[in-house]
Structure formats: structure tokens, C-alpha cells
């Protein structure tokens, strides 16, 4: 496994943006695919967004499209999660994550089991 390290969370107010950044260790993060989860207090972890091997395909969630932005950059072993018109709804602690797959293209949603320990991100209105 490649172990995560994800950074980048703090304290922001409505309409500001943030970058994540997602440095990967242990291992190349070559044939991995990356994402980026979230759980807000007493709710459910949920997928925000997922990044292909290959960088080509992406995939978020409804709520973030248009304004998130997932990339990895190879030679950095680093993946990021640009955030822009950032809202309230968006506070949650942030977690990266990794899967193995052999499908380059293809943005897993599922099986992920590499993860960073988490970033908080507080939108204040």
C-alpha cells in the first residue's frame, strides 16, 4: 500500500477557495487511482471527487462539480483538491485516498484502502 499524507484544511469564510494536497509515500502512486472524501460532523463519509490513473477521467460528486477540481501531478507523487466559492456545507474533515487499479481510466467510486488521516476544513458564513 502507499501511505497518504493529506494537508491543507483551516478555517476559511464563505466564497474563499483552498487547495488540498495529497502527498503519497512508501511507493509510487503510479496505477493508483486517487480520491478525495468527506465527512462532515455526524454524517456519513462521502466520495468528493476521484481522478483516473491516467489523469484523463474525473468524477465528483453533484454538489462540488464545477467548483472542485481533483489533479495529480507524477512527478510529485501529489494529488490536489482545488475548492473555489467555497460554502458552509463544504466544513468537514477531508481525507485522501488510493486504490490500486488496473484500469487506467476508470474513476473507482468503491475499494479504496489507502488513506491520509484527514484535514479539517472550516467554511464560516
Known amino acids: 500500500q502507499v501511505q497518504l499524507e493529506d494537508s491543507g484544511g483551516g478555517l476559511v469564510q464563505a466564497g474563499d477557495s483552498l487547495r488540498l494536497s495529497c502527498a503519497a509515500s512508501?511507493?509510487?502512486?503510479?496505477?493508483?487511482?486517487m480520491a478525495w472524501f468527506r465527512q462532515a460532523p455526524g454524517k456519513d463519509r462521502e466520495l468528493v471527487a476521484v481522478i483516473s490513473v491516467s489523469g484523463r477521467n474525473t468524477h465528483y460528486t453533484d454538489s462540488v462539480e464545477g467548483r472542485f477540481t481533483i489533479s495529480r501531478d507524477i512527478a510529485k507523487n501529489t494529488a490536489y483538491l482545488q475548492m473555489n466559492s467555497l460554502q458552509p456545507e463544504a466544513t468537514a474533515v477531508y481525507y485522501c485516498a488510493a486504490t490500486l487499479i488496473f484500469e487506467r481510466h476508470s474513476t473507482p467510486l468503491i475499494g479504496y484502502d489507502s488513506w491520509g488521516q484527514g484535514t479539517p476544513l472550516t467554511v464560516s458564513s
Open positions: 512508501g511507493r509510487t502512486f503510479i496505477g493508483y487511482a
